[in-house]
């Protein structure tokens, strides 16, 4: 177990539709990454908070958006989505300094 | 510039043992590897800087070479515990050394066989 929290697991939908997915760090951890990993693929980086900050931006959708809460919880929110946003979403989190990511069991979409 | 992994498969037997290369086009100031269960999350295994260090952790060691932007992963008498994707992650040689500056591999895929 590696601390970081994420709901839901799994999740269906339809094209078009919107969610929400949700991220607890590991406590202290004021960093949060959201990956995205599709079939077969390696993580691709999307976004990363820091303390409620937006740090860093990786090739995140426009269609996509995140924050990071007072209490550190994330969000990813998916808009519009499409069939090619079916994936493993994995928040992670590090604490100050290491560099080491701690990773949540992910969740799995599916757009239908 | 996503990092060149190789192979991107093997097969062992237990006991034998296997090397798993990572190649970047850029400068690195630190290379990271993870590995990934089936249906699990990716899990930490070592952070590499720049300076040629050679890390280990048990039967699990790793190489990085600044100079070839290379790094390399070696699993010593592998157990059926080893099987999963390995991941590893680089940082360019200008970051800070936050790993939101990581760019993942797309895996190499080790099952480990009795």
């Known amino acids: 177990d590696s601390g970081v929290t994420q709901t839901p697991k799994h999740l269906i939908t339809a094209t078009g539709q919107r969610v929400t997915l949700r991220c607890s760090p590991r406590?202290?951890?004021?960093?949060v990454y959201w990956y995205q990993q599709s079939l077969d693929q390696g993580l691709q980086f999307l976004i990363q908070?820091?303390?409620?900050?937006?740090?860093a931006k990786g090739n995140i959708l426009e269609r996509f958006s995140a924050q990071q809460f007072p209490d550190l919880h994330s969000e990813l929110n998916l808009s519009s989505l499409e069939l090619g946003d079916s994936a493993l979403y994995f928040c992670?989190?590090?604490?100050?300094?290491?560099?080491?990511?701690?990773f949540g069991e992910g969740s799995r979409l599916t757009v239908l | 510039q996503q990092p060149v992994q190789s192979p991107q498969a093997v097969i062992l037997r237990e006991g034998e043992d296997a090397v798993i290369n990572c190649s970047s086009s850029?400068?690195?100031?630190?290379v990271h590897w993870y590995r990934q269960k089936h249906g699990e999350a990716p899990v930490f295994l070592m952070i590499?800087?720049?300076?040629?260090e050679q890390k280990g952790h048990e039967k699990i060691s790793a190489s990085f070479n600044e100079k070839k932007q290379q790094s390399s992963l070696y699993l010593t008498a592998s157990q059926l515990s080893y099987s999963g994707t390995y991941f590893c992650?680089?940082?360019?040689?200008?970051?800070?050394?936050?790993?939101?500056?990581?760019?993942f591999g797309t895996g190499t895929r080790l099952q480990v066989t009795l």
């Open positions: 850029k400068a690195l100031y630190s």
């Open positions: 992650g680089t940082e360019d040689a200008w970051d800070t050394g936050t790993a939101s500056k990581l760019t």
């Open positions: 992670a989190s590090s604490g100050s300094g290491t560099g080491e990511l701690f």
């Open positions: 590499l800087l720049k300076g040629g």
């Open positions: 406590s202290g951890d004021l960093s």
């Open positions: 908070y820091y303390n409620g900050e937006e740090r």
